[in-house]
């Protein structure tokens, strides 16, 4: 089975600062990638994804994610964090031969600090 | 717009009780998902379906049960609540992401808020 590991469930970071938001899978194969965010008391948006074409995504809000296949990695990043971006994200794999199976993280709550 | 719904968005029972809760959606997609959210443990499949009376169970699936009786509407069900099944219950479907790569998206309902006395 799929593992998706997210480093540190929480993350605070000033605003105006450089957002970095840890994901590794664990799969001998490249899986579909992908980044959700969830707004307090809401449901789960879609951020970006990773579908084996630009290895670096750019997604809503300023948000991007660079798939690196030697560190098993896709790490998201914003290089100046808003007040708005004050959420909790979550990073999810599809293996590309199920099409329809997806795995996720525990999730990364983000603090922006005025 | 998927166009999921989910009912009812928040409820309170007690231990005992049966509880349903619907996840309706209005584009026809094959594939719907019933996942819960708990602090500390992100989101854990339950059930799935991927078709009209075709279902699956999922990494947490004891003590839940689904129907698919049309399309549309993907039912969980908890034939006895218990306090550890209070929890956010999220449904979703898979559709395609488009660009030809093959891979799909999950498209999130808004949540119900189950809390279990």
């Known amino acids: 089975a799929q593992s998706v590991t997210q480093l540190g469930s929480h993350v605070s970071v000033s605003e105006g600062a450089l957002v970095l938001l840890r994901c590794n899978y664990s799969s001998s194969v490249p899986p579909y990638l992908f980044w959700y965010v969830q707004y307090p008391n809401q449901g789960l948006q879609l951020l970006l994804k990773y579908t084996s074409a630009a290895t670096l995504v750019k997604g809503i809000n300023g948000f991007e994610a660079e798939f690196k296949k030697s560190e098993t990695s896709f790490h998201l990043t914003k290089p100046s964090a808003h007040m708005s971006d004050a959420a909790e994200y979550f990073c999810a794999v599809s293996p590309p031969n199920t099409g329809n199976q997806f795995y996720f993280g525990t999730g990364t709550s983000l603090t922006v600090i005025p | 717009d998927a166009g999921i719904t989910q009912s009812p968005r928040h409820k309170v029972t007690e231990t005992g009780t049966p509880v349903t809760l619907r996840c309706h959606q209005t584009?026809?997609?094959?594939?719907m998902y019933w996942y819960r959210q708990d602090p500390g443990h992100g989101l854990r499949l339950i059930h799935y379906s991927y078709g009209v009376k075709d279902t699956d169970k999922g990494e947490v699936s004891d003590g839940y049960s689904v129907s698919r009786s049309k399309t549309e509407d993907f039912l969980l069900t908890l034939e006895s609540a218990t306090s550890s099944q209070t929890s956010v219950y999220f449904c979703?479907?898979?559709?395609?992401?488009?660009?030809?790569?093959?891979?799909?998206?999950?498209?999130f309902g808004a949540g119900s808020r189950l809390t279990v006395l």
């Open positions: 979703a479907i898979s559709e395609s992401s488009g660009g030809g790569s093959g891979a799909n998206v999950l498209t």
């Open positions: 584009e026809n997609h094959r594939y």
